[in-house]
């Protein structure tokens, strides 16, 4: 159980940093919009 | 205005243009993986992690990774960009942590008080205080004096980034001066006991006085280490004594687990060693992890232009975007230790009550 929700916590870090690191392609200089 | 430098300026040699180390990275999220499994008490899989096979943990991988990656950032900014915009920089991620941390406190007493149902979990995580004194607590956390379990070291990096500017001007006019008077007040923790008070009581866990030792030499390692330490770093004795020094840590920290080897130790190294205060980064601590990364700098590749596996590709995911996964990871600890004390026999239940208790 505890091999499993580490796992599952793991997990779930690997995808938000894939996610923030395929997001940040598209950070491009824009308007300041405030 | 500009603020370029002059081409004579005596600005560092490192370039922002500086091929990325994906060691680093690596490292960084290794140890982002570590912290979440040895947030979780009593979790099987910290026997995986750093702190059980020696004096040191992931806490000095991040502080040196920190330092080195800062010199190399801000260091190479400085002599492309100038001053000022290096100045602000370094400022922006300072406050960016800062940031990180006040929103990763608001996420965090939410949460204790989700899995908690407002009773339980308040005096493991430290919140009891927010939630009986909540005014006085968000005064305290926006002066950096308050941090609940497992999110202390934020504070630290938000002062050490503050101070960055500070640490980059004093490395441009003198290196070794710059890092001896680091040593010089990481002395005054061991000798004096300084440290920045907390609230309501004690002192902050990671004393900045302390580990600002740990992230200076990193900035120095960036800064001129590497050249002026290659000769050193290169020696096959000084290898075999940092391995011998791992051994013998090893062999202290499994004391602690198994009883048995608790009198292999003469009393007179204990007695040398003990206490390992982690809060004023004990000198035993600082030389295992010199150690270790001595080690692993020599027998890691430097340049590596295989095909990257996955889970190598996974750690440098996790170390790019190391803030907010360290801020995730805190979070998800949380919910993990929630799952199976809900469950005392751990019966396969537990992670989706956790889950469902959270989405309820």
Sequence with gaps: MQLAVSMVGIAVMILAATLLTWESRFDRRGPRLF | MTDHLPETTDVPAVHASQRRDLRLDACRGLALWFIFIDHIPDNA??????????FSDTSEVFVFVSGYTCMLAYGGALREQGWLTT????????????????VLLIAYFALAWIIGGGDRYL???????????????IVHVLALQFAPVNTDILLTFAILHLTFPGLLWLMTRSATATLGLSFLLYLMVQIFNWHVPAWPSGELY?????????????AWYAFEGTSRLRPILQSRTLLILAIV?????????????????????????????????K????????????????AVSRLAPPEWHGPLRPLMMAMIRCGENSLSMYCLGVLLSLIATSSWSNCPQASPCSLPSAWSGLLS
């Design chain 2, 123 to 137: 005096d493991e995580t430290n919140t009891a205080i927010f939630f009986h004194d909540p005014g006085a607590t």
């Design chain 2, 245 to 277: 020094y791992l051994l013998f840590s090893l062999v202290v920290a499994l004391s602690w687990q198994f009883k048995a080897l608790d009198g292999l130790m003469p009393a007179a190294v204990t007695n040398l060693i003990y206490p390992i205060y």
């Design chain 2, 45 to 54: 899989l910290s026997w995986l992690t750093l702190r059980n096979y020696g």
């Design chain 2, 279 to 294: 809060s004023h980064l004990a000198p035993v601590r600082l030389l295992h992890f010199l150690s270790l990364a001595l």
């Design chain 2, 87 to 102: 100045a602000v920089r370094a400022l922006r991620r300072g406050w960016e942590i800062y940031a990180a941390f006040l």
């Design chain 2, 206 to 218: 990671f004393n900045p006085f302390a580990w600002q030792f740990l992230f200076v030499i990193g």
